[in-house]
């Protein structure tokens, strides 16, 4: 069975830190690119940070460049979101993702919710 489990999110202050984290199981995961979307009320999900299977590298939106690192450990099947500096337009409930590309298959975890406000 194959899961994705977000954990991490909550209420933080403007400036703040949050470490997110998708813990996975029920699939090869070192065979996946992961990455981290948000969908905040009203609109649209959309792609904040991409991994590739190996970790060798990463892509950022232009919103969180400077910010938000990506990160995997293939040994954990776990991937990571560290956030700095956030902002309340950083608010959302952010979803992990996990895509193959040969044999195309993906999946979502459930999300979890990052509230920035004072």
């Known amino acids: 069975q194959v899961q994705l489990v977000e954990s991490g999110g909550g209420l933080v202050q403007p400036g703040g830190s949050l470490r997110l984290s998708c813990a996975t199981s029920g699939f090869t995961f070192s065979s996946y690119a992961m990455s981290w979307y948000r969908q905040a009320p009203e609109k649209e999900r959309e792609l904040v940070a991409a991994?590739?299977?190996?970790?060798?590298?990463?892509t950022y939106a232009d919103s969180v460049k400077g910010r938000f690192t990506i990160s995997r450990d293939n040994t954990k099947n776990t991937v990571y979101l560290q956030m700095n500096s956030l902002k309340p337009e950083d608010t959302a409930v952010y979803y992990c993702h996990a895509r193959r590309v040969i044999n195309p298959r993906d999946y979502w975890g459930q999300g979890t919710q990052v509230t920035v406000s004072s």
């Open positions: 991994i590739t299977r190996a970790g060798d590298s990463t």
